[in-house]
């Protein structure tokens, strides 16, 4: 067992090195993550002018927060629905995975989340510096919230990888698996409140919205790491996380061996 | 010579015209066959492009549902600048969308082989596919811009559908040099093509709201530089009567056709200074 | 000899490029081609072989268009390909050994509609044409197939068959065998030799199996870091550096080890002598009188021919050079 640790750390070593080798392709996503946010300013400090200084619950400096603190966790939340694991599910190379000794579902969430997390050194720290610099932002000023915010993200950033993989298996039963794949694209930032907070929205679709991992990947991070929510709120939302966490493995693990048998009766 | 030839030089010239389209129009042709050919496949991607429309739409309906007025726009009034500019970008992306895929094509090597045929590399590359599904989000905009055109009681008067034809077609072209734009940066950024999402991508996003609550400097990139304003709130605030913003008078929205060809000369540049990178070696 | 066959085609001088390539964070420069001169005339094959990295697809690039040279000058059908680009390639064929011209999805019927349309063919011309490579490439069978569902050997057939439709002047091929089976490589190679002698077409082709050259091409241009190293016939070639065919024998019993064949030399034997191996020159004696030799002192059941690969034919030009 203690090798298969180190398996799935070297995993993620390769995952995190994976992202590292395309340096202008990170540049790239900095300069366009912050074109965005400078965006999102304009508007969403608008809405909070013309709500007479609060909307939902935000002010100009937490507003800020939430937009260069989503604009950061952008490149490491997934919120496109692809991932290699697709592909080679789709033209049969999964079968190789298989006869691995290895778990194809934590293998393959691994190296994911080793490449989503490098992203937050190219592209999350320098997007949430920018917002720092050139608008301010509200932050909190003791330790506990940047703690609890810290373990939040990661949970965020490993929910999407969980949640893209189940896309992914899909396509052992559907054809046209893009579908699943698009409709996760559409829906996925919408709900998880990337262009509007979610405390913006109405109360119905704030319902809809609270039904799906969505809001866990990246509206949650950013209100536990902001300190929007106070402390035991935000350990409330990290036990959804928890939660989300745990349904997305076990229906990942339950549809990768289904998968598999389906896989050994048509012989691929 | 007689009477009858009258007619002639206007015929030839059709005849000249259709046989330089000849070759463009074979290769799209196919497409839209291909495209069509795979039945499932094409409704399910009309129905995501749709779907992608609609939910923009909900972002901005969410947005102002919120607060009522934005910018100095309710609801009914963003309505419309949200339809005339996704429109805008919906038409500009289903013909000219895949020059996204140039970076992939510099890399494979696959452009050389436009180099090999006689016509221009850049109409080759426009030509070389169109996404039909993108009609889909070009009809949700359209539901939009009629909608907006109801609900703000807009005069069916000549200077409105003036002011329309001139917003679509100047935002059609305002957006599709974007993306000619971002094709010729893509000849140095291969393994950087994000970077181009920047004016592309957000561009589109910026196209679809108020731009009298950007900062100087977004106005500065959104207005002036890659002019996505003209598509949507510009016009608007020209058709409605409203009172421009700083640097925005109402007046504003009738210069789009200036804004269009503005765009396009920055298109050009950067594509022909890509392709001379290109073939300094830059692949 | 060379050269004088008709108007130059392909005519360089001191051609040259460079690239400048990041390595880490120091950029250096790469000279992919290095002053090289050559004069192709009309109607002319031409074989142009080297290692991978000598230098042969830059000076294709040059030669259509597609890079523009560092240095000296180059005039291809007498233009200028960068600034003529678009009247060139209506002369000028060209397959790139892994770069498809024609369109995946579609079967190969529509993608020669289409490519008929962008040079500009005539019905009639069309027609004629698409006839003529159809029935000389045995395209029939799959001319209604999707591209995508092609062997590799139907894929290239119909490639070259592309590149040809416009009735080139000009054909430059850039591997066009490489991974096809036997007879797909034959079958391309017949096809070759006919268009030429049907229509008088000039041939460039870097290729690196030395049937192709042996069998298309009247001349070899062999470069070694961007510079000519050697020009002339293939078999001034192989003379040079003393490149050996190898005649395999099967014997219908095991024997000794034949030692004393005239004008071969004895490589080594498997199975107990049953099957053995001889070199021979191919200036000095033919494969049929070293196999009657061996056929008088022993019974030949079957027997082959192995051809001097050119890597190793490259190999030792370079080795000589060093």
């Not at chain 2, 206007?10 to 005849?15: E, P």
């Not at chain 3, 004696?285 to 008088?296: F, H, I, M, W």
Request: glycine share 10%; net charge positive.
């Amino acid at each position: 067992m203690r090798a298969t640790l180190r398996t799935y750390f070297r995993l993620l070593a390769a995952g995190f090195r994976r992202g590292s080798a395309y340096p202008l392709a990170a540049l790239g996503g900095l300069v366009a993550n912050a074109t965005f946010g400078l965006l999102k300013v304009g508007i969403l400090f608008a809405t909070v002018e013309a709500g007479g200084g609060t909307v939902g619950g935000y002010d100009a400096g937490t507003m800020s927060a939430y937009i260069w603190l989503s604009q950061g966790l952008l490149g490491s939340v997934n919120l496109f629905g692809r991932t290699a694991v697709a592909d080679r599910i789709k033209n049969g190379d999964i079968a190789v995975d298989f006869v691995r000794p290895l778990d194809v579902q934590a293998a393959s969430v691994t190296t994911e989340v080793g490449t989503r997390l490098f992203a937050l050194l190219p592209r999350g720290v320098p997007s949430v510096l920018l917002g720092v610099l050139l608008v301010g932002m509200s932050m909190p000023t003791t330790p506990l919230p940047y703690a609890l915010g810290a373990l939040s993200v990661l949970l965020g950033v490993v929910l999407s990888c969980t949640t893209v993989y189940l896309v992914a298996v899909s396509r052992f039963w559907l054809v046209e698996g893009r579908g699943v794949e698009m409709l996760y694209m559409v829906l996925s930032g919408f709900l998880a409140g990337l262009f509007v907070p979610i405390p913006l929205f109405p109360g119905w679709l704030r319902a809809v919205a609270g039904a799906t991992p969505f809001p866990s990947m990246l509206q949650v991070p950013v209100d536990v790491l902001s300190g929007r929510v106070d402390l035991p709120t935000s350990a409330g939302l990290v036990g959804v996380q928890l939660a989300w966490l745990a349904l997305t493995v076990v229906l990942g693990a339950v549809l990768t061996r289904a998968g598999r048998a389906r896989l050994e009766v048509q012989g691929g | 010579m007689s009477a009858t030839t009258g007619v002639r030089p206007g015929a030839a010239w059709r005849a000249v015209l259709a046989a330089r389209t000849a070759p463009y129009r074979a290769v799209l042709a196919s497409r839209v066959r291909a495209q069509r050919s795979y039945r499932t496949s094409f409704r399910l991607d009309l129905l995501g492009s749709a779907l992608v429309g609609l939910v923009e739409l909900a972002e901005v309906w969410v947005l102002f549902h919120s607060v009522g007025r934005i910018g100095g726009l309710d609801l009914a009034q963003v309505l419309l600048v949200f339809g005339l500019a996704d429109l805008a970008f919906s038409v500009a992306d289903l013909a000219f969308g895949h020059c996204d895929d140039l970076a992939t094509m510099l890399r494979l090597g696959t452009l050389d082989v436009f180099y090999l045929r006689p016509q221009p590399l850049l109409l080759q590359l426009v030509t070389s596919d169109i996404s039909l599904r993108r009609v889909a989000r070009a009809a949700v905009a359209v539901a939009a811009v009629v909608a907006g055109l109801l609900v703000n009681d807009v005069p069916p008067t000549p200077r409105t559908v003036a002011l329309l034809v001139v917003a679509l077609l100047s935002g059609v072209a305002v957006s599709a040099a974007m993306f000619v734009l971002a094709a010729g940066i893509q000849f140095f950024v291969v393994d950087g093509a994000e970077m181009t999402n920047a004016f592309v991508y957000g561009g589109r996003y910026a196209s679809t709201q108020p731009a009298s609550v950007w900062s100087r400097p977004v106005k500065a990139a959104f207005v002036f530089v890659f002019p996505v304003a003209f598509a949507g709130y510009l016009p608007v605030v020209s058709l409605l009567g409203l009172t421009g913003s700083p640097w925005l008078p109402a007046w504003l929205g009738w210069c789009a056709p200036l804004a269009a060809l503005w765009a396009w000369a920055l298109a050009l540049l950067a594509w022909r200074v890509g392709v001379r990178h290109y073939q300094g070696g830059g692949g | 000899m060379q050269g004088d066959v008709g108007e130059p085609v392909i005519e360089t001088e001191g051609l040259g490029r460079e690239f400048r390539v990041r390595d880490g964070l120091r950029r250096r420069t790469v000279v992919a081609v290095d002053g090289l001169s050559v004069r192709v005339g009309a109607g002319e094959a031409v074989g142009y072989i080297g290692a991978n990295g000598a230098g042969k697809s830059t000076t294709i690039k040059m030669l259509v268009g597609i890079l523009v040279p560092t240095r000296g000058s180059v005039r291809t059908c007498g233009l200028r390909p960068v600034q003529d680009r678009r009247r060139l390639v209506r002369r000028v064929g060209v397959v790139f050994g892994q770069r498809s011209q024609l369109w995946w999805d579609l079967p190969v019927r529509e993608s020669f509609a289409i490519l008929a349309s962008i040079h500009g063919l005539s019905p009639d011309r069309e027609r004629s044409r698409t006839d003529e490579l159809v029935e000389r490439l045995e395209m029939g069978a799959y001319w209604t197939t999707p591209v995508r569902q092609l062997s590799l050997g139907q894929r290239m057939r119909a490639e070259v068959a592309a590149a040809l439709l416009h009735s080139p002047d000009l054909v430059i091929l850039d591997e066009p065998t490489i991974g096809l089976d036997v007879l797909s490589k034959q079958r391309l190679r017949e096809f070759l030799v006919t268009e030429r002698r049907a229509h008088g077409t000039t041939l460039l082709l870097t290729t690196h199996d030395m049937g192709d050259v042996e069998r298309l091409c009247e001349r070899v241009l062999l470069v070694d870091h961007g510079r000519l190293a050697y020009e002339g016939t293939l078999a001034g070639l192989s003379r040079t550096v003393g490149v050996e065919r190898v005649l395999v024998v099967d014997l219908a019993e095991p024997g000794p080890d034949l030692v004393t064949v005239p004008g071969a030399r004895h490589l080594g034997s498997e199975g107990g002598g049953l099957r053995q191996r001889f070199a021979f020159d191919a200036e000095v004696t033919t494969a049929a009188k070293v196999l009657a030799a061996v056929s008088e002192q022993v019974e030949v059941v079957d027997l082959s021919v192995e051809e001097p690969d050119v890597e190793d034919v490259v190999r030792r030009v370079y080795a000589a050079r060093r």
